[in-house]
């Protein structure tokens, strides 16, 4: 039997608006190496701050797109680093635009990886803690299993892209899982 294999579109999102983050960095290694058929459109999380007084139907455009490619997309990869042991502002803030309004979160049993990056050697785990509580109530399908969790990332990127090889390993194992899960309850699945 010939099987046709579904493409799907992935949106990555860097917990951080850094020029040379490294969490952008992460989620450029993994856009170099992505499995046949697998897109993944890197966002910036330049929005405006969460003010429940905008939350209308006429949301910044900024939000509007912003919700609109998350819902059009087939999973989304959160690339974070942590800020004093949390999630950075600027994710939480994008997360809380993308959960509204309320009942209507583009979030809602969206497959996401969650993936913390640091400099230290705690690789940021207490964000990740975070970010997984945070996603459980938007309500997301969090990936289970071992948890991403880069350290040291500083010696692993090279110009701007992660390129340590086994920590692109440990994240593309975790991103397959993502892919097979996403296309097994994709409609569009063709046997
Ligand atoms: C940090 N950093 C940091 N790192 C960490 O492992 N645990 C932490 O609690 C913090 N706290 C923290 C607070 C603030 C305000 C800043 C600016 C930084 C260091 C952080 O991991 C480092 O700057 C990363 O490089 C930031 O991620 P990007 O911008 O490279 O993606």
């Excluded at 502002?89 to 997360?95: D, E, R």
Aim: proline fraction near 7%; charged fraction near 20%.
């Amino acid at each position: 039997m010939h099987e046709t294999l579904v493409p799907v579109n992935l949106v990555g999102l860097p917990g951080s608006l850094r020029k040379a983050s490294f969490s952008r960095a992460t989620l450029i290694g993994l856009h170099d190496n992505l499995p046949e058929k697998v897109r993944l459109e890197i966002c910036d999380l330049q929005l405006p701050l969460y003010n429940e007084d905008d939350d209308r139907s006429d949301a910044p455009t900024q939000v509007r797109r912003f919700r609109d490619a998350i819902a059009s997309s087939d999973g989304v990869v959160i690339v974070t680093p942590e800020y004093n042991h949390g999630v950075p502002g600027v994710l939480k803030n994008a997360l809380d635009w993308a959960s509204r309004p309320f009942g209507k979160s583009v979030l809602t049993n969206k497959p996401v990886l969650g993936i913390s990056v640091s400099p230290a050697f705690t690789g940021g785990v207490r964000a990740h803690a975070q970010l997984n509580e945070t996603l459980l109530s938007i309500p997301a399908h969090v990936m289970g299993g071992p948890q991403v969790v880069i350290g040291s990332i500083r010696e692993k990127i090279e110009d701007g892209v992660l390129v340590d090889q086994a920590s692109l390993s440990f994240a593309l194992t975790a991103l397959r899982r993502m892919i097979t899960f996403s296309r097994l309850s994709s409609p569009r699945l063709i046997a």
